[in-house]
């Protein structure tokens, strides 16, 4: 992040930043080079600086033409990228309300998130009042929380037993939300250091889910397998479905749902081809992993 923000100032330089209605489409061409995924980020960075209003029909552009097929790039790199989004917005100091705003809701509100571990980075503690602004919005809220679970993670040099009861909250959505927030940090192999990373990426490790306390289990597991497929380089779908099976039988169906919803996500939400990549799993996970990639296509858009 870092890195990339450096690189801002000769990007600006170089290209006139003005969205149009083709920006993703145009964007996406520019960036046929061998390291796209950082062309992209740098790309949609320099948007995020002096067009931050465009930013929703941009990624609203880039959903499209992914679930259309006239890009043809693993969705998943696409995570990182909102999450650095929603960081630039903080690192510009537009308040948190008004970054809220911008933001994209696009592959999993990611950019929320990044507004809220970017402004709490830089506090000595974390209060979850500081989700107080958004509380009237529920799909706000959730993700406020859920990017409060990252900070802690990051803040908290204890391991996950210690780190997940620091998640309070007396509904339990919402405390799921925070708890998946750990996961998710601790899915990078970094916790401690008082600040969020993102190198190592999401999904570095697979999470020990079986040295986490019974009452968060049944969230570890398919935290597990999701985060660990977060990037399309970590390892085969097939991989992480064995993880699956070795998981406790109570779990494994959780599990599976959390390597669904990734499957789905690779394939831009088309069912027909998550199904026929659920076929190459273990025989006994096949018609799991089907049922989980339909129950999510009912739910939610992943794009």
Do not use: W
């Not at 890195?3 to 996406?28: G, H, M, R, Y």
């Not at 209003?53 to 259309?68: C, G, H, R, V």
């Not at 309300?97 to 998130?113: Q, R, S, T, V």
């Not at 789905?264 to 992993?289: F, G, R, V």
């Amino acid at each position: 992040m870092k890195k990339l923000l450096l690189l801002l100032p000769l990007v600006l330089q170089i290209f006139l930043v003005t969205p149009t209605p083709n920006e993703a489409l145009s964007l996406s061409n520019r960036c046929q080079v061998e390291d796209r995924t950082t062309c992209l980020s740098i790309e949609i960075l320099a948007i995020t600086k002096q067009n931050p209003e465009q930013l929703i029909p941009l990624f609203t552009e880039f959903s499209t033409l992914l679930k259309n097929k006239t890009i043809t790039d693993d969705p998943r790199i696409f995570s990182p990228i909102v999450h650095e989004v929603g960081m630039e917005l903080a690192f510009n100091k537009i308040p948190p309300a008004e970054a809220f705003e911008l933001c994209p809701l696009n592959f999993k509100a990611g950019c929320l998130h990044g507004v809220v571990m970017e402004y709490l980075d830089e506090l000595p503690t974390v209060d979850f009042a500081f989700c107080d602004f958004a509380e009237s919005n529920p799909t706000y809220y959730s993700n406020c929380i859920h990017g409060i679970g990252h900070v802690l993670a990051a803040k908290t040099t204890g391991d996950l037993n210690e780190t997940l009861p620091l998640c309070t909250l007396t509904d339990s959505a919402l405390n799921h939300a925070c708890v998946t927030g750990v996961f998710m940090e601790f899915s990078t192999g970094v916790h401690g250091t008082g600040h969020h990373t993102h190198e190592p990426p999401v999904g570095s490790i697979l999470l020990p889910c079986a040295e986490v306390d019974a009452p968060y289990q049944s969230s570890c597991y398919p935290s597990m397998s999701s985060y660990h497929q977060y990037l399309p380089t970590t390892e085969p779908f097939t991989e992480t479905a064995q993880s699956c099976l070795a998981a406790p039988t109570e779990f494994q169906n959780a599990c599976l749902l959390g390597l669904a919803e990734k499957i789905l996500t690779s394939t831009a939400q088309d069912t027909n081809k998550s199904h026929t990549m659920c076929e190459t799993l273990n025989s006994t996970q096949i018609e799991s992993c089907k049922d989980s990639v339909d129950h999510i296509d009912e739910l939610e858009s992943v794009l």
